[in-house]
């Protein structure tokens, strides 16, 4: 069995924070409102709490374990850069893959030059690189914004009260290889079946309209998620038992989110502003009509030929992705049309038509298909492919909501998160040893995030305090730090460092790797040690406006920008070999880069 899967089957900012009640001259402390409770551990969306702290009133809090003998001592660091190439992108291809925009934020990206939500580890193995070593890992954590206009929460309890949240899933269909004709129908079945779980179980969240109920969120999902997994499962077998190409990577699929769309909607100025422009600074997506769910089933003698084809296409997609970010600012405004979509589309042009002879060859041949060649870039609304195109097999629809507008305007922005980017200073990528013993190398495509983008709406289970100031490495707050003169606004993102020693990815993302114990540093039972990813994030953010509290991050609408929302994303592409050398080098004690 393949590895990869061992299981086989928002107002131009709105309302970010309450007005500054008081500046208390002793301590620099805030009093802000928050649709979110920070590290409190509750999830109440009218909490007033102070979310900025100078940082010498957190107590030192940072205590890791004593290494024992045969520790791994070592550490790694990798230069990725700082975003310097402008990649930004609100998809979340860890914690949702197959989503268009699916983290209603913005995100830096350093590292992997190609990937979006819906990159296959191909095509990641063969992108472009911002890490000096040549590591095509993807490291993409939220951006930090300064906004000089401060407003009242009210806004955002107002819209919240006439929001009904929604389920989001990603869309198994179009991920699935080519799929043999004797089974085509079976697995039409069990999409449409798909379908139906998920508006069921939006059914249910008309229940909590106007609320956030983190507990029955959890709930519904926790069910879908089961649900779906079977239903994935039978999928997968169906394919491989039919002598198609057993599907990998769907368990990434699984689960679903509460998507609180309707906020940016119900808050003044709409979800953009009619005259917000499209921005010319921002890094589009190519985004091309799906070919793997158009195409009818497929006679078993031409399927390997069929899934080259396939694949083809998703590599064409992302070499144009690849090229957006690295040509950014060249030729004139006809460069893109020119030099990259007229060529992508003559490229699946050919591709189209090679699938569309090869199942001619043993069945009817496939009509409409060459209607999937044009592609778009993501500032322009997307379209439908012409009549003719063979009827996906999607089954019925789902409530998921339509995808946000893409980034607009000069600051990039999307619904409820505006105001000014701050770039950083510096990011620092180390990976470490652990406190008992020996590393093991990462395997090649693991998946891991750390903290929780929605410890309101999901509960703080996961949430982990990540801010603190250059100087002050001692301590972490759940808060934004008020730094002393001349001190950097820092974010420390501490990732699992323990794996099962089975799976690139799970159900919920988090099953397959864990958190090393606090006091010993062991794994748990069933878990080996693997390089610990820390990611240090540093900025130059002025102390007036640590003071004003006018800077925070991106967030989903219901965490209106809650501190202890912050969380980091990474997904593994070092070669064998480098992977190798990086646990090496840990177990040996040695600093390395």
Same mark, same amino acid.
């Given at each position: ?32 409102? @928050? ?73 830096? @990206?350093?590292?992997? #030059? ?43 309890? %107002? ?24 089974? /085509? ?23 909590? /309209? ?13 069910? #879908? ?10 999928? &997968?077998? &169906? ?45 589009? %997506?190519? +985004? ?5 769910? *158009?195409? =009818? ?76 060649? &044009?592609?778009?870039?993501? +500032?322009?609304?997307?379209?439908? =492919? ?39 200073? *510096? ?15 990462? =395997?090649? @495509? ?55 020693? /089975? ?23 069933? @878990?080996?040690?693997?390089?610990? #990813?820390?990611?240090?994030? $540093?900025?130059?953010? =002025?102390?007036?406006?640590?003071? *004003? ?25 070092? $070669? ?18």
């Amino acid at each position: 069995m393949n590895r990869r899967e061992k299981q086989p089957w928002l107002e131009s900012r709105p309302t970010r924070l309450a007005l500054v009640a008081a500046v208390l001259a002793a301590t620099a402390a805030l009093t802000v409102t @928050f649709v979110s409770s920070g590290g409190k551990g509750t999830a109440d969306a009218a909490t007033t709490l102070d979310q900025y702290v100078p940082i010498q009133k957190v107590p030192p809090n940072v205590r890791g374990p004593k290494p024992s003998r045969g520790a791994s001592t070592g550490r790694f660091t990798v230069d990725c850069g700082t975003n310097g190439n402008g990649k930004f992108s609100p998809d979340n291809p860890v914690a949702q893959p197959g989503i268009r925009n699916g983290a209603e934020h913005l995100h830096d @990206f350093v590292g992997n #030059l190609a990937i979006t939500a819906n990159s296959s580890d191909a095509d990641l193995a063969a992108s472009g690189t911002t890490c000096r070593n040549g590591d095509r890992s993807s490291y993409f954590w939220p951006v930090v914004r300064i906004d000089r206009s401060v407003r009242s929460g009210s806004q955002v309890r %107002q819209a919240l009260a006439r929001t009904q949240p929604v389920i989001a899933c990603p869309r198994v269909g179009d991920r699935l290889p080519a799929v043999p004709a004797e089974v /085509r129908a079976v697995v039409v079945r069990r999409l449409a079946e798909l379908g139906r779980l998920e508006a069921t179980a939006n059914q249910r969240m008309a229940t909590s /309209r106007g609320r956030i109920d983190a507990a029955l969120n959890n709930r519904i999902l926790d069910g #879908l998620r089961s649900r779906r997994a079977a239903l994935i499962q039978s999928i &997968s077998a &169906s394919i491989g038992t039919a002598g198609g190409t057993r599907p990998t990577g769907l368990v990434s699929l699984v689960d679903c989110d509460v998507s609180y769309d309707g906020m940016h909607a119900a808050m003044p100025g709409g979800s953009h502003a009619a005259s917000v422009q499209a921005a010319r600074a921002a890094t589009p %997506q190519v +985004r091309c009509p799906g070919a793997r769910d *158009k195409l =009818p089933g497929v006679p078993a003698p031409v399927l390997a030929e069929v899934n080259r084809n396939l694949d083809q296409l998703d590599r064409q997609i992302s070499e144009a992705n690849e090229r957006l970010v690295t040509a950014r600012g060249q030729g004139g405004p006809d460069f893109i049309d020119n030099a990259i979509l007229g060529p992508l589309r003559a490229k699946r042009s050919a591709v189209l038509d090679r699938i569309a002879n090869a199942i001619g060859r043993q069945a009817a041949r496939p009509h409409g298909l060459d209607a999937l060649a &044009s592609c778009i870039l993501s +500032r322009t609304p997307a379209t439908g =492919p012409a009549t003719g195109t063979p009827a996906p097999p999607s089954g019925t629809p789902t409530a998921s909501p339509a995808p946000l507008p893409d980034p607009q305007g000069p600051d990039l922005e999307l619904p409820g998160n505006t105001g000014g980017i701050v770039r950083p200073a *510096k990011v620092l990528i180390e990976y470490r040893g652990n406190a008992t013993g020996r590393v093991v190398p990462m =395997p090649k @495509f693991l998946r891991e995030l750390t903290g929780d983008a929605k410890p309101t709406s999901r509960g703080p289970a996961n949430a982990r305090a990540t801010w603190t100031c250059s100087g002050f490495t001692d301590r972490l707050s759940d808060k934004y730090p008020i730094c002393p003169a001349g001190s950097q606004v820092q974010r420390v993102q501490d990732f699992p460092g323990c794996w099962d020693g /089975r799976n690139v990815d799970s159900d919920n993302h988090r099953r397959h790797v864990a958190f090393a114990d606090k006091a010993t540093g062991a794994c748990p039972a069933g @878990f080996v040690a693997i390089p610990q #990813l820390r990611i240090t994030i $540093s900025y130059d953010i =002025p102390r007036d406006v640590q003071v *004003k509290g006018q800077y925070a991050l991106d967030s989903f609408p219901e965490e209106n920008h809650n501190p202890f929302s912050d969380h980091n994303d990474f997904v593994n592409v070092n $070669s064998t070999r480098t992977m190798q050398r990086i646990a090496a080098c840990i177990n040996t004690g040695r600093v390395c880069r």
